[in-house]
């Protein structure tokens, strides 16, 4: 399967920073969606952007498939925005990817303080 | 998008018994899949549940453990049988939404075994 990479592992702003974070995958894919997963568990869809950017409020995402990385940027960071921000792709099955499934990094912790 | 529930939405169960985990979409979908999240893990793909036909495993997981129902197009159902601590996870159930690109995930149920 493909094999995603995100950086960094953690991150720690102050309220009101700004931030950029990354994703490389090792293959061609189809899909590419950004999410948040909060506290209590749940994942938010921010982003689905196989190519391009797109804008959404203070985040960003821009990816470059035939680099095979995307960038999620977020601006004027708030305390809310603290949690986990995974980075998933859809392979192509006929690159050994299973159908439909999504692959994910191993994400990155974003702490912001007050 | 796709609006998923799933059932209980939390539970600690004893080591040896085994728990179904509920999960209804508010629209008819060919795929559902279901995943797993170990403490401070990634999500892992379980299974692809296609209704009318067997559940397809993925390399690590099998039917005896893991059984799934697929009833109808806004239904399925996972049982995790036998429980030991190292099942102490979150499991979310994830459709495709009506674009048939974006993906979605449910609320997912926490699962502690003692």
């Known amino acids: 399967g493909i094999q995603v990479e995100q950086s960094p592992p953690d991150l720690i702003l102050q309220e009101g920073a700004n931030s950029t974070l990354r994703c490389n995958f090792s293959?061609?894919?189809?899909?590419l969606q950004w999410f948040h997963q909060n506290p209590w568990g749940q994942l938010i869809n921010l982003f689905y952007i196989p190519s391009g950017t797109k804008q959404n409020g203070r985040l960003s995402a821009t990816t470059v498939a035939t680099e095979r990385y995307s960038l999620l940027y977020i601006s004027s960071s708030q305390t809310t925005d603290s949690g986990v921000y995974f980075c998933a792709v859809k392979g192509r099955p006929d690159r050994g990817s299973t159908l439909g499934r999504l692959y994910f990094g191993r994400g990155t912790q974003l702490t912001v303080w007050p | 998008s796709a609006v998923i529930s799933q059932k209980p939405s939390r539970d600690i169960c004893q080591r040896g018994t085994s728990l179904t985990i509920q999960c209804q979409v508010d629209?008819?979908?060919?795929?559902m899949f279901w995943y797993r999240q170990q403490p401070g893990q990634s999500l892992t793909l379980i299974a692809t549940a296609n209704q009318g036909s067997e559940a397809t495993y993925e390399s690590g997981f099998v039917i005896d453990k893991f059984p799934i129902s697929r009833p109808n197009l806004t239904f399925s159902t996972l049982t995790v049988s036998n429980m030991s601590p190292e099942d102490s996870s979150i499991y979310l159930c994830?459709?495709?939404?009506?674009?048939?690109?974006?993906?979605?995930f449910g609320p997912g149920t926490r699962l502690t075994v003692t």
């Open positions: 994830s459709v495709v939404g009506p674009s048939s690109y974006e993906q979605y």
């Open positions: 293959d061609s894919v189809n899909n």
């Open positions: 629209s008819q979908v060919t795929m």
